[in-house]
């Protein structure tokens, strides 16, 4: 918590910014789905909670550039960096359906986590600005990371959708004036299937962390001679991949279709989030060149599966 504070306190300032219209924006859709009180002002709110999810938006991608411009690279080196790059491509897809579909509860969830995520950012201890080692400063660090990170925007916006899909099973609708047809919005209630949403981002997901694995085993022949190294980041990676692949598969079977595919849907998605967040608690973190903080000393190397790694 005191590192979370101290963070807060030197953090750019428009880090701080994008914090606090998140958060102001996560507080107005609350307001929409929770304030019993508020009945004729709801809709009035709302309005101010999509134009401020924007603005942070906006400001999120400032923000990123910037990063960018003064870093003179890729900013995703960090976790500071990468949770902003996450949000800055989780809030676009999120912004896109809830403007279209105004499902109110899409975005007060798609918020949610996005507030989380730059919470965690604050939490860790690499916001500044690092260098970048040697194996990073390749052509195929940008496409890599660029669409390993739609992966796990897309695949989270399947994961809201689930859980969307879950309270609102195929084409039902609800109740006019109910909690849930106000929380879908007006529009949704009737017309958005969720359960096609949940598949249809899914495979989008599936698609990008595809092409993910595939440039960085080419980036990763470049930097080290080998295209695998069993990795224990690059082993995760190739185990979320599998779990959505045999997801996306058993939606084919129809004793698996429906509500018992969302949960599946939801259950995979679990795989992204350790591999993402769970690898510094593992004992074989020290192997792996994929960590985005408690870098090695400069010049070490490490040997995996007799691929000898150059680190920092």
Same mark, same amino acid.
């Given at each position: 918590m005191a590192e979370f504070y101290a963070n807060s306190i030197k953090a750019d300032p428009a880090f701080q910014l994008i914090f606090g219209l998140y958060f102001l924006a996560l507080l107005a859709y609350g307001l929409c789905h929770f304030a019993p009180t508020l009945k004729d002002g709801k809709d009035r709110i709302y309005q101010v909670a999509r134009v401020l999810f924007l603005a942070a938006w906006v400001l999120n991608a400032y923000l990123f550039i910037h990063r960018g411009i003064v870093a003179g690279r890729m900013p995703a080196k960090t976790y500071y960096e990468s949770l902003i790059y996450f949000t800055f491509i989780f809030g676009l #897809? +999120?912004?896109?359906?809830?403007?279209?579909?105004?499902?109110?509860?899409?975005?007060?969830?798609?918020?949610?986590?996005?507030?989380?995520? #730059? +919470?965690v950012a604050l939490n860790k201890a690499d916001i500044e600005i690092v260098t970048v080692p040697p194996a990073l400063q390749s052509a195929w660090f940008l496409p890599h990371a660029t669409l390993y990170f739609a992966g796990y925007a897309s695949v989270t916006v399947a994961f809201v959708l689930g859980i969307l899909a879950l309270l609102k099973p195929g084409n039902a609708g609800f109740e006019p004036g109910s909690f849930c047809a106000r929380a879908m919005g007006a529009d949704a209630s009737a017309v958005v299937n969720f359960e096609n949403l949940n598949r249809q981002w899914a495979r989008f997901g599936f698609l990008m962390l595809t092409c993910g694995l595939v440039t960085g085993s080419i980036w990763a022949k470049f930097a080290w001679g080998e295209y695998w190294a069993w990795d224990p980041k690059e082993n995760w990676g190739l185990v979320s991949w599998l779990v959505y692949g045999v997801v996306l598969h058993a939606q084919h079977v129809p004793a698996l279709k429906g509500r018992k595919a969302v949960w599946e849907s939801i259950f995979a998605w679990g795989f992204v989030l350790f591999t993402y967040f769970g690898m510094g608690m593992l004992p074989t973190k020290s192997q792996s060149m994929h960590l985005y903080t408690d870098p090695p000393a400069p010049g070490q190397s490490t040997t995996i599966n007799g691929v000898n790694r150059q680190m920092y």
């Open positions: #897809l +999120a912004l896109v359906i809830e403007w279209t579909r105004k499902v109110r509860l899409l975005g007060f969830i798609a918020l949610l986590i996005i507030f989380s995520a #730059l +919470a």
